[in-house]
């Protein structure tokens, strides 16, 4: 089992850079693919990046791609999205998740949920 703890989200304007990192207690996190999501108000969850178990392979969605970078440290234990150039659209909660399986792209894939994380981007 994985229990996953986001770290803070802030406040932030336009065109300025966040970085979010997720903490992950449990002996197995190595194993997992993780992933972050985000769910913006009135909107379903939505994949935003993953990186695999052992970190050589990442995935963007299409609306972050070139913009944001996910990373993971697995002696730490910690996986981080660094977002840069936000823009109001990317105004979300913000979920970090553990997945056992394929494809690390869907929501249905993961097990384990952190409570999630506010980022909001002002224009």
């Known amino acids: 089992q994985v229990q996953l703890v986001e770290s803070v989200g802030e406040l932030v304007q336009a065109g300025g850079s966040l970085r979010l990192s997720c903490a992950a207690s449990g002996r197995t996190f190595s194993s997992y693919h993780m992933g972050w999501f985000r769910q913006a108000p009135g909107k379903e969850r939505e994949f935003v990046a993953a990186?695999?178990?052992?970190?050589?392979?990442?995935y963007y969605a299409d609306s972050v791609k070139g913009r944001f970078t996910i990373s993971r440290d697995n002696a730490k234990k910690t996986v981080s999205l660094q977002m840069n150039s936000l823009n109001p659209e990317d105004t979300a909660v913000y979920y970090c998740?553990?997945?056992?399986?394929?494809?690390?792209?869907?929501?249905?894939?993961?097990?384990?949920w952190g409570q999630g994380t506010q980022v909001t981007v002002s224009s």
């Open positions: 998740a553990a997945s056992p399986r394929y494809p690390i792209t869907a929501v249905r894939s993961y097990d384990y």
């Open positions: 990186v695999t178990w052992s970190g050589g392979l990442t």
